[in-house]
């Protein structure tokens, strides 16, 4: 009977021992191995451990978001000509860096003990070893190993790219044309361990750094910087529960020490087929081997190509 082999799925998945934290950093091919033998086994339990628990998890959907926004969102999906009132919702702080309030404040709550049955569910899960902060942390991409593949998450996710970050991130940042690919993954800052992030770029078109702090989750330091190549003037940033900063991803940016408090924010990122991005972008972060494209397109895309969803798969590559 399917609901005994997928109660076995959830059972057998709590029970595999994970690669190392070590055999992981080293990228030692028996990780790969572990995470692509175990996909399907892994994704079965997430699907099981939603339907068993459906009395008590959250379905996460638009309605975390702020409602200013969603409104916002929701009109220029019925009437593109209206995109200006998105536009307007996002503050420019340095040419690429735009700052807008993305989770209502109100639902963060249940969003973040979502996230904490996420954690309690013993499904083993990937944390986001290719980058310096890496200890806290999950994979919220299909494409990537070890994933958040929870269904009613995915849905989330996937809304989130679709609806809001690749039509705003075109509108604001003019990536049509290098925006068909998503990835993502948690972080959390601590000031023990994974305290701080070196000045670096991404390999992606663009970026959305979203914080989900609680109100009452306060921090000390852990200030963002970011870098405006033409002016050569530094912009320091301080997340505040819910914001998200959007920024392309060539704009260097660096993360301060924290020195009290924890901050833990999501971050998903666009960029194109074969790893595209608009020409000038290099990255440190990501596909060194990334091509950069002759022509930037975005000048002649119409208010009706910004809202809409590529027709294209997503390739199954992930940046790390
Ligand atoms: O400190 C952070 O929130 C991470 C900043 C970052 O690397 C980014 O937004 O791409
Ligand atoms: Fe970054």
Same mark, same amino acid.
Do not use: C
């Given at each position: ?11 057998? $998945?709590?029970?595999?021992? !994970?690669?190392? %934290? ?5 990228? &030692?091919? +028996?990780?790969? /191995? ?92 990937? $944390?986001?070893?290719?980058? !310096?902060?890496? %200890? ?5 991409? &299909?494409? +990537?190993?070890? /994933? ?173």
């Amino acid at each position: 009977m399917k609901t005994i082999t997928n109660t076995n799925a959830l059972e057998q $998945a709590r029970a595999i021992t !994970q690669p190392t %934290r070590e055999a992981s950093l080293k990228r &030692e091919p +028996s990780v790969s /191995h572990f995470w692509n033998n175990n996909r399907k086994l892994l994704e079965e339990a997430w699907a099981t451990w939603e339907m068993e628990n459906k009395d008590n998890l959250l379905i996460p959907d638009e309605t975390l978001l702020d409602p200013k926004l969603r409104k916002a969102i929701n009109d220029a999906w019925e009437n593109p000509e209206k995109e200006n009132a998105v536009a307007d919702l996002w503050e420019e702080i340095i040419p690429g860096v735009y700052v807008a309030q993305f989770f209502d404040v109100e639902r963060l709550a249940e969003f973040r003990k979502y996230l904490e049955d996420v954690v309690n569910s013993e499904i083993p899960k990937r $944390a986001p070893y290719g980058i !310096q902060l890496n %200890r806290y942390g999950m994979m919220l991409d &299909e494409r +990537s190993e070890g /994933h958040l593949a929870a269904p009613s998450f995915q849905a989330f996710y996937n809304d989130m790219m679709n609806r809001y970050m690749r039509p705003i991130a075109r509108l604001l940042l003019g990536t049509y044309g290098y925006d068909n690919q998503t990835f993502g993954f948690s972080i959390q800052y601590n000031p023990d361990k994974d305290k701080d992030l070196h000045a670096h770029t991404d390999a992606s078109a663009a970026t959305l750094n979203i914080n989900i702090n609680l109100p009452e989750e306060v921090f000390t330091g852990s200030e963002v910087d970011f870098y405006d190549k033409a002016s050569g003037k530094t912009v320091q940033t301080i997340f505040e529960p819910g914001k998200a900063i959007l920024h392309r991803g060539n704009v260097p940016h660096a993360t301060h020490p924290i020195t009290s408090g924890q901050r833990s924010n999501l971050v998903v990122w666009l960029y194109g087929d074969r790893m595209q991005v608009p020409r000038g972008s290099t990255s440190s972060y990501g596909n060194i081997n990334s091509l950069t494209s002759e022509n930037v397109t975005s000048e002649n895309i119409s208010a009706g190509e910004r809202w809409s969803v590529p027709k294209g798969t997503k390739d199954t590559f992930a940046p790390f």
